[in-house]
């Protein structure tokens, strides 16, 4: 059964800094791996699709990576701004399942 | 313009009584999710449709009873509401189940509590 799990559970870091969110799932048979961000009280909102036969995917100072073989995945979030403050989600898609892992929680602190 | 659109979002109800939380996607998008996010803000999956079918149903109650009219619309209805029904529900939808490209959009989310 494919497990997600992610890491650390909260960071907090101060405005500028880069930092890397880490996922990792325990069956390495997935479609794609999908980074989501969730605003308190908010929906989910889409960030960044990887597909199992790529390496990383960027969205301007986002840049997720993808390593099926270790079952890994990595978002590395470039200059950091309190904007960015939210959870963080990572879910693989597996057997026709989307499963979630229990995000991260980043505080960027002015 | 909502892609995918959950209505109500706040619900509150008390206990022994049935609601349905209705979803609405206009991404033409042929499958289709029902969510539920704990306390812990982990989000499990419930049911999935593709074209009207169900194809995913994860050892939920039998008081949880999705519906799909057509392809754009899955809704939800709980009956017999307990006090372990209050999360947040949430509905989302891809262009199909399992596709490399495939890409999950979610709507806002249905807070539900049981008092």
């Known amino acids: 059964k494919q497990e997600v799990t992610q890491i650390p559970a909260a960071l907090s870091v101060p405005e500028g800094e880069n930092l890397v969110l880490n996922c990792s799932f325990t069956?390495?048979?997935?479609?794609?791996l999908q980074w989501f961000r969730q605003d308190p009280g908010k929906g989910l909102t889409s960030l960044l699709l990887i597909q199992s036969s790529q390496r990383e995917q960027t969205s301007g100072r986002l840049n997720a990576s993808l390593d099926k073989s270790s079952g890994r995945s990595t978002l590395y979030i470039a200059a950091s701004q309190p904007g960015d403050s939210a959870t963080y989600l990572c879910?693989?898609?597996?057997?026709?399942?989307?499963?979630f892992g229990k995000g991260t929680k980043l505080s960027v602190k002015p | 313009d909502t892609a995918v659109s959950q209505t109500p979002k706040y619900l509150v109800t008390q206990m022994g009584n049935d609601k349905s939380i209705k979803c609405e996607q206009n991404?033409?998008?042929?499958?289709m999710y029902w969510y539920k996010q704990d306390s812990k803000k982990f989000l499990k999956i419930m049911f999935s449709?593709?074209?009207?079918?169900?194809?995913i149903n994860e050892t939920v109650p039998n008081r949880f009873s999705p519906k799909s009219p057509d392809k754009a619309h899955l809704n939800l209805h709980i009956n017999s509401l307990e006090l372990g029904d209050s999360a947040v529900y949430f509905c989302a939808s891809s262009q199909d189940w399992r596709g490399i490209n495939t890409e999950a959009f979610f709507g806002q989310g249905t807070r539900l509590t049981v008092v």
């Open positions: 879910a693989v898609r597996s057997q026709g399942n989307l499963i």
């Open positions: 069956d390495s048979a997935i479609y794609n």
């Open positions: 991404l033409g998008h042929d499958t």
């Open positions: 449709y593709n074209n009207k079918e169900l194809i």
